[in-house]
């Protein structure tokens, strides 16, 4: 399976941006990129997927690398709410069993 | 509103006994659901795959007699945890997909005393 690498834990102060970075050298032609955050003590939920363009959505942002070899998460304003885990995940398709790694674990500072 | 429900919430429960956990999706048939265990500061660590109809596949290293998962509909997969000891004490998650995206149950805290 592609691996995903990410930063351990980032720290961001509320209202400001956010990119979280990920790193997948290994990703194949068929893989899309995923992200899912988990907020404490509940199931993880999706936040955007991409396969090669850019993405925007209400959440958040992709932004995909020209090689697609790494790509960032961007939260345009971090709010309290935003503090979770955030995952990096590779999926030929949205019914592939998704292999979560450590991922990032966000803090938003006051 | 949710779209994978899960239940119950959290459960405790006494050693030697079975806890059942359910999943069931909502707004759409899932022929494919997936069971997860997360223990404190961990990540989600895939259990097994629940197929609608046929057996589970379950990943190396996690007992089948143990977790038994049935999936006998389009809509319900169950987990049970049979005969639970204090180390099966962790939170179960489960999940099942659309064409885009995977939605998560909000888990289930399993404490077993």
């Known amino acids: 399976d592609a691996k995903t690498t990410q930063p351990n834990s980032m720290e961001s102060n509320e209202e400001e941006p956010v990119h979280l970075p990920c790193n997948h050298s290994t990703i194949s032609g068929t893989d899309y990129i995923h992200w899912y955050r988990q907020l404490p003590s509940q199931g993880p939920e999706y936040v955007i997927h991409g396969l090669t363009s850019n993405v925007n959505n209400r959440m958040a942002s992709l932004a995909i690398a020209e090689d697609r070899k790494s790509s960032t998460l961007i939260l345009h304003r971090a709010t309290l709410r935003d503090a979770a885990v955030y995952y990096c995940?590779?999926?030929?398709?949205?019914?592939?069993?998704?292999?979560f790694g450590p991922g990032t674990s966000l803090s938003v500072i006051p | 509103g949710a779209v994978v429900s899960q239940h119950p919430s959290w459960v405790i429960c006494k050693s030697g006994t079975s806890v059942k956990i359910e999943c069931r999706s909502l707004?759409?048939?899932?022929?494919?659901m997936f069971w997860y265990r997360q223990f404190p500061k961990q990540s989600l660590m895939l259990m097994a795959t629940s197929n609608e109809g046929s057996k589970a596949t379950y990943e190396q290293g996690v007992e089948k007699d143990k977790f038994l998962i049935n999936h006998a509909s389009l809509t319900l997969s169950t987990l049970t945890v049979t005969s639970a000891h204090p180390e099966d004490s962790s939170f179960y998650i489960c999940?099942?997909?659309?064409?885009?995206?995977?939605?998560f149950g909000q888990g289930t805290r399993l404490t077993v005393v």
């Open positions: 707004d759409f048939q899932a022929t494919t």
């Open positions: 999940s099942a997909s659309s064409l885009f995206e995977a939605f």
């Open positions: 995940i590779l999926q030929i398709t949205s019914y592939d069993k998704v292999i």
